[in-house]
Structure formats: C-alpha cells, structure tokens
C-alpha cells in the first residue's frame, strides 16, 4: 500500500559526554531520537519543545537546526514516508546524572553513547554516521535519505582483488557518481562498528575479520571512510601511516565491488593527499593498471621492494604494542 501522507516529524540532538539521548517504544527493536509529529499549522521549534514537555516533562532550548533525513519503509501497515527535521537541543533538566522520568507509558528513554547507536537499532540509520560526524564537530548540514533503498549491497562476488591485493578484474562502466545524499566520507571511525565493515577485502585468500578491519582503521594516523548514508555501512576507505614530519604512506585502498565506478575511489584519495599534502614524500604501491588512476592525481611511477607474509594477511597475531 503507498503511503498515504509525508509525515513530518521535528527531532531532538540531546547530547551529554558524548552521550545521545534516544526514545524506544516498549516492545520495538529500534530507537529513534525524542521528538515527534508536527501539527497542522505548528512550527517546528514549538512541536519539539510540546513533544519533550508530553514526553518527559522537560522545558527545553531548541538550538541549531542541523538538517534532515527522509526516511521510507514498510511495516505490516504499509508504506511510510516521513521527514526528520533535527535540531540540537538542551535542558537544565536533563543530563545523565539525573534520572529519566516518561510520562508516556509506551515510550522510554535511555542515553547512548555514540559508538553505540548503530547496537541499539537508531533509526533511521543515516543518523548514527551524523551524529557520530557531529559530535567530532563536524557542523555540515545534514541531509540523508533512504527512499529507495540502499544503493546496492556489498560484496557482489565479482571477484575483484581487494587494497594491496595482487590483480583487480574488476568490471567498469558508465555509473552514476555517488551523490552527497548516498556517500558521506568521515575521518574517524567514530560510530562505526564492525557490523558496518563487510564486503572488504575482497578476494584475499586470507582476509582480515571486521573486527581486525576496525582495529587497524583506530589504529591508523589519517583514514578517509566512504559511509553508504541509507545504511551507515562503510563502502570505502583508504588508510595511511605517517611520522607526522616528511613521510606518509598509503597501505590500502577500497571501494566495496558494489560501489565502484561511481567517483568514491577518487574522492578518497583526492581528500587523503589533502590530509598529507604537508609532508615531503607520500608513498604508496599499486597494480600496474592503477598507475594511471594515481598518475591524475599528480602522483609519478617509482619502483618499490615489498615484503608479503600471506601468512599474517587476516592481521590476527599480527599486533605488537
Ligand atoms: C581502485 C578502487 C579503489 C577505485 O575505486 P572506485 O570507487 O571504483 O573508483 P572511481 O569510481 O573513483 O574511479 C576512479 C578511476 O579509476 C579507474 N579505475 C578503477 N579501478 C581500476 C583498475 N583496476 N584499473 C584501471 N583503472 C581503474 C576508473 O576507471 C576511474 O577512472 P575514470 O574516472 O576515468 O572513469 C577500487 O576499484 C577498488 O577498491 N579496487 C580493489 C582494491 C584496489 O585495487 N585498491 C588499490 C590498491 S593500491
């Protein structure tokens, strides 16, 4: 059944120590942020401070507006289409020091700390990548959207290599670039969980789990992810190493198969040089065929001597200190 209206819902950030508050109606799986449906003729500023005084009986000072995220899915009930409008928003009654008192029997209200958001099922997905960007600082404002669905899933099984892989076969053609509403790229892992990172290393013979792939993206000087926004998945990342004075080198690189020839690959470089762009040398080492890919870049051939233990490819008793 189509959806029979667009809802349109304000949205609260509250936010203490790095924690989030989130709302959950008893018996669901997911949470959602405080807030609620604006009413004919209500503004959304005056919806939000209603819905936290019905909810928790809380005064509040509703801030920045920091964007939207339009969210459709179905339930047995149908389709729904709504759009979150979402404002960061305080209260001299509310911190996590000080219990949480609902007044609406259906719902209750518990913080979350940012790496957990993802865990705790906050919907829609797009917002878990955002607040986690937001509470690093990042003031861009958001828009994200999950009509349609995801772009794709990951892991298409075509067989391409994977970053620093021997050969990459991967088949390209004419796609569309991946617009800012699908693809955010971070610089932290911040609010990634190793449930975001499958799909990678894409034919390796001997694979880092997705755990051993969040640990080495903590683990790295400068990382640029590429975030499906729909999902919050991760669909790309590049990784360096440096001293912080002259070298940087650039160990790996990837799209997951199915986002690739859709520009993510070339964004994430373009914004990992800028990251290195101080130091005197940045090195990396690539298939012959991707030469031509670094080459637009400004970057120039050299030879390089590796050393491969296929041994330790999947990085497990790998870690020292
Ligand atoms: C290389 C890789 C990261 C590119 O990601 P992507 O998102 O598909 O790249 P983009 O869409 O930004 O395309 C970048 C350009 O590189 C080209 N390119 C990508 N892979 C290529 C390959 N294997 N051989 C030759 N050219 C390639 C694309 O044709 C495109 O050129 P265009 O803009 O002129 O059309 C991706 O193919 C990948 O993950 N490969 C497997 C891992 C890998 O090889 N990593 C590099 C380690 S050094």
Not at 4 to 20: N, P, Q
Not at 43 to 49: D, P
Not at 132 to 160: F, I, N
Not at 236 to 249: E, N
Request: with cysteine; glycine share 12%.
């Amino acid at each position: 059944m189509p959806p029979r209206e667009t809802e349109i819902l304000a949205r609260a950030v509250i936010e203490d120590d790095e924690h989030f508050l989130l709302a959950h109606t008893r018996g669901a799986s997911n949470t959602f942020l405080p807030g609620g449906h604006v009413e004919p003729g209500e503004g959304l500023v005056a919806c939000l401070e209603r819905e936290l005084e019905e909810e928790l009986g809380i005064s509040s000072r509703v801030g920045d507006y920091l964007g939207a995220v339009e969210h459709a899915w179905t339930d047995a009930g149908g389709e729904h289409h709504e759009i979150n409008h979402c404002f960061a928003v305080t209260s001299p009654e509310l911190s996590r020091a000080v219990p949480l008192r609902p007044r609406e029997e259906r719902l209750e209200f518990s913080w979350a700390h940012e790496r957990e958001l993802a865990d705790r099922g906050l919907e829609p997905k797009p917002l878990v990548p955002l607040l986690a960007a937001w509470q690093t600082g990042d003031r861009g404002t958001w828009w994200a959207s999950t009509l349609g669905g995801r772009v794709g899933g990951s892991g298409d099984g075509s067989g391409r290599a994977a970053a620093g892989g021997a050969h990459d076969e991967t088949e390209r053609g004419p796609r569309s670039p991946a617009t800012e509403a699908e693809i955010r790229y971070a610089d932290s892992a911040a609010g990634v969980t190793a449930g975001n990172l499958s799909g990678f290393f894409h034919g390796w013979p001997n694979p880092p789990t997705p755990d051993t792939h969040l640990e080495l993206l903590e683990r790295s000087d400068e990382i640029v992810l590429a975030i499906d926004m729909p999902t919050g998945d991760v669909v790309g990342f590049v990784s360096a190493v440096t001293d912080g004075t002259l070298c940087a080198y650039v160990p790996l690189l990837e799209v997951v198969p199915s986002h690739r020839g859709r520009g993510i690959g070339r964004e994430l470089v373009r914004r990992m040089l800028a990251k290195v762009e101080h130091l005197y040398m940045v090195d990396l080492v690539c298939d012959k065929e991707l030469v031509p890919f670094y080459e637009t870049f400004g970057m120039r051939s050299a030879h390089a001597m590796v050393v491969r233990n296929y041994d330790r490819q999947s990085g497990s008793g790998g870690k020292r200190g």
